[in-house]
């Protein structure tokens, strides 16, 4: 069976330190992966998708970024970190065939500016 | 307009009452449909998918009518465990290969 990992759970940093979250799945090959952001009380905020290694799909203008040095690793980061940063950050896998797949959620970090 | 639009509620229901959730959305040429379920600072986890000719999973129903870009979900015998937050999932037909998040629908089950 699948499974999909994140860490940190939680993390606590100074504004503009730098970020480097990391995702990783198991028991599947080629999967599409996703980064979103949900702010507190809000909705799911996709940043980033990747269907492939290198290939990353950005969804909107951030300090973020994003990377996939490896067919199951999705990396979250930023050089400089703004407190509107502030978030729970979830990771999650497609199916790579087929583009209406649902997703699968990794347990998430929750990250504080300070 | 949202692209995918919920009542954020609350839904305050005794246990064992039936409850139903709406959703709509705004792309008409959207492709396939789920519900999730989100629990306090957890990860949302699928529920269930929704087919076109409606499709049941024990307790709960969901329903979808393209005609109308409106989903539905139902669940009947409410439990203390269902106290959540829902969320409507859609993916539309952009080639993003995303999916595109209701804000949710909160349900607390009270005893």
């Known amino acids: 069976s699948q499974t999909i990992h994140q860490w940190p759970a939680t993390l606590v940093q100074p504004v503009g330190s730098p970020l480097s979250l990391e995702c990783t799945v198991e028991g599947t090959s080629n999967p599409n992966l996703y980064w979103y952001r949900q702010a507190a009380g809000r909705g799911l905020q996709l940043l980033f998708y990747s269907v492939g290694i290198g290939q990353i799909s950005s969804e909107v203008p951030q300090n973020l970024s994003a990377s996939r040095p490896q067919d199951r690793q999705f990396i979250l980061s930023s050089k400089k970190l703004l407190l509107s940063d502030s978030g729970f950050y979830l990771c999650?896998?497609?199916?790579?065939?087929?583009?209406?797949?649902?997703?699968?959620f990794g347990p998430g970090t929750r990250l504080t500016v300070l | 307009r949202k692209e995918v639009e919920q009542d954020p509620g609350p839904f305050n229901v005794p246990e064992g009452a039936t409850v139903a959730f709406n959703c709509t959305y705004s792309?008409?040429?959207?492709?396939?449909f789920f519900w999730y379920r989100q629990d306090c600072r957890k990860e949302p986890k699928l529920l269930m998918s929704?087919?076109?000719s409606g499709n049941e999973d024990g307790r709960f129903t969901a329903q979808l009518n393209r005609a109308s870009q409106y989903i539905s979900l139902l669940i009947r015998d409410s439990k203390l465990s269902d106290s959540a937050t829902y969320l409507c999932v859609v993916n539309m037909d952009t080639g993003r290969r995303a999916l595109t998040f209701g804000s949710g629908t909160r349900l607390q089950v009270q005893p």
């Open positions: 999650a896998w497609s199916p790579g065939t087929g583009i209406y797949n649902e997703q699968f």
């Open positions: 792309n008409s040429a959207s492709q396939s």
């Open positions: 929704v087919y076109s």
